[in-house]
């Protein structure tokens, strides 16, 4: 299993590298390319908020309800200081008290949270709340979710390429619980979960992913971009 650490570096790398594309390939501004990055990072980190006792899991809770709460604060342009603040206490302290204590109390390590499904709804409901309570334009929320899973799969991934043992060249006893499609001894929950994602599916309109991704202009406004237009580094200090 990967730890933190490693989780984090590869999970924003990926996250990077694949915003960058985009907003090489002019498809993002500059801004909605750091909050796709932020996105897939913190997506990478959420598979392991069951592990409970651990330290990632409260650094990532923690983490998570600072950022939510401020984003819930930043869709409120409009309102007082105080208003702000107390809409941030209690967003913080509902998300760090309850949220994370029904965590502890109904999760099991590498259950149903830890499996390819949950990263789809996990999506599929990044999406769905960037929307609806964000300011973020239609477009960017599916992005938006559609880089929370990429995270997420790419913690997944991660960490059946840690569970060969390379050396031995063998498999450790975890090949094939991280990266899972179902959880055995969950049947309900796994059912749950298909369930929702069925149901809100429609939510989202995944095409402007796949329009974008199996696109050939993508592709060739991408190759347009690989060396300078206007002369190296044109205005690296333009403030
Ligand atoms: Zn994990």
Redesign the pocket.
């Known amino acids: ?2 730890n933190f650490k490693t ?1 984090m570096v590869v999970g924003a790398t990926v996250s990077g590298i694949s915003s960058t594309l985009l907003l090489s390939a002019g498809h993002l501004t500059d801004s909605e390319a750091l909050l796709l990055f932020s996105l897939g990072t913190i997506g990478s980190l959420l ?2 908020i069951d ?1 409970k006792t651990s330290i990632p899991f409260k650094i990532t809770f923690t983490l998570l309800s600072v950022f939510l709460s401020f984003a819930i604060i930043f869709s409120k342009p409009e309102y007082s200081l105080i208003e702000k603040l107390i809409l941030w206490l209690t967003s913080f302290y509902l998300l760090k008290l309850f949220i994370m204590r029904v965590f502890i109390e109904y999760t099991s390590h ?1 259950g149903i949270f ?1 499996s390819v499904p949950m990263g789809i709804l996990l999506g599929i409901l990044g999406t769905m709340l960037l929307k609806t309570l964000f300011w973020v334009d239609g477009s960017v929320a599916v992005w938006g979710g559609f880089f929370i899973t990429l995270g997420y799969l790419t ?2 991934i ?2 059946e390429v840690y569970s060969v043992d390379l050396a031995n060249k063998r498999m450790k006893k975890s090949f094939g619980t ?1 990266f899972s499609f179902h959880k055995k001894s969950n049947w309900f929950g796994t059912f749950i979960v298909y369930l929702a994602i069925l149901i809100l599916f429609k939510e989202t309109n995944y095409t402007i992913v796949t329009d974008t991704i199996f696109s050939s202009n993508f592709y060739i406004d991408l190759y347009e971009n690989i060396l300078p237009q206007n002369g190296w580094f044109n205005g690296l200090f333009n403030i």
Request: negative net charge; hydrophobic residues 40%.
């Open positions: 299993m990967a989780h598979p392991d592990s590498r830890h913690h997944l991660l960490d991280a």
